[in-house]
């Protein structure tokens, strides 16, 4: 066998052992859900006569719905990625990757078991939160099949970038609860973005920093393809942060995960 052939072998084994892990514990993936849906019917059904305001242009709350629907579901993103963090912590702490070392396995392959199964969950949280939205009277009408395959993809390396850091938080914690509290900020920054009002509503000292963080030219990116607004520079800015999200993840995790045991 091939190492090619050896690598994609072992690292869908990992794969599979993740999947099923999350599988037959499901409620931590469950209460990280539970933040961005609860933010949904908060923000909509509680604040939303008030947060449309904000908005501009006399939006009422059919227009808010749709408004903060985008920076949901890359909050969705940013709140699933934690239970990778927490899942590579467990297995680094409690002497499975050390055995995993011993075997004659693709060094690699536990790395990406983690990667790929935290997107897979990504993506199939972000379809549950987006089908909270639909219920709720979201609507992307004007959105072309192109660019539902591009919101998608977003989506997609979004969840990639995050979760290859999740992964490299994980890996340098000293324990589960370090790393669940190490990836807080990946919740929290999406409170600090255009997710819920737009960027240039905060007061003008702030505004740089909520302007261009990862999460809001990803935010606005995706309504730009599901809304048809405007993105402008948000794209480029995107991409350059997934880049470099994920190169800074693969180099911390690769690192921390070949580093000698103590």
């Not at 059919?62 to 467990?90: K, W």
């Not at 004007?142 to 995050?162: M, N, P, S, Y």
């Not at 911390?252 to 103590?262: E, G, I, L, V, Y």
């Amino acid at each position: 066998m091939s190492s090619v052939s050896a690598a994609v072998r072992d690292s869908s084994t990992m794969l599979r052992r993740n999947l099923l892990h999350a599988w037959r514990y499901p409620s931590g993936t469950l209460n990280l859900l539970l933040t961005p849906i609860m933010m949904l019917l908060l923000f909509v059904y509680i604040f939303g006569d008030v947060m449309s305001a904000g908005i501009g242009g006399g939006a009422d709350r059919s227009d808010y719905i749709a408004y903060i629907v985008p920076g949901l579901l890359l909050m969705t993103v940013g709140s699933t990625v934690i239970g990778a963090a927490v899942s590579v912590s467990v297995d680094m702490t409690q002497g499975l990757t050390a055995r995993f070392r011993t075997m004659a396995i693709y060094r690699g392959s536990l790395l990406v078991g983690h990667v790929v199964g935290g997107v897979l969950q990504c993506v199939m949280s972000v379809v549950l939160v987006g089908a909270v939205g639909v219920a709720m009277g979201f609507r992307s009408t004007d959105a072309t099949a192109l660019e539902w395959i591009a919101a998608f993809g977003l989506i997609t390396v979004f969840a990639l970038a995050l979760t290859w850091i999740a992964v490299g938080m994980g890996a340098a914690s000293p324990n589960p609860e370090a790393a669940g509290n190490m990836a807080m900020p990946l919740i929290l920054l999406p409170l600090i973005s255009s997710a819920f009002i737009p960027a240039d509503t905060m007061p003008g000292w702030f505004q740089p920093i909520a302007q261009y963080q990862p999460f809001t030219p990803a935010i606005e990116t995706l309504r730009g393809l599901l809304l048809g607004t405007g993105i402008g520079h948000n794209g480029w800015i995107t991409i350059a942060w997934c880049v470099g999200l994920i190169a800074l993840g693969y180099r911390w995790s690769t690192a921390q995960f070949n580093r000698d045991p103590k």
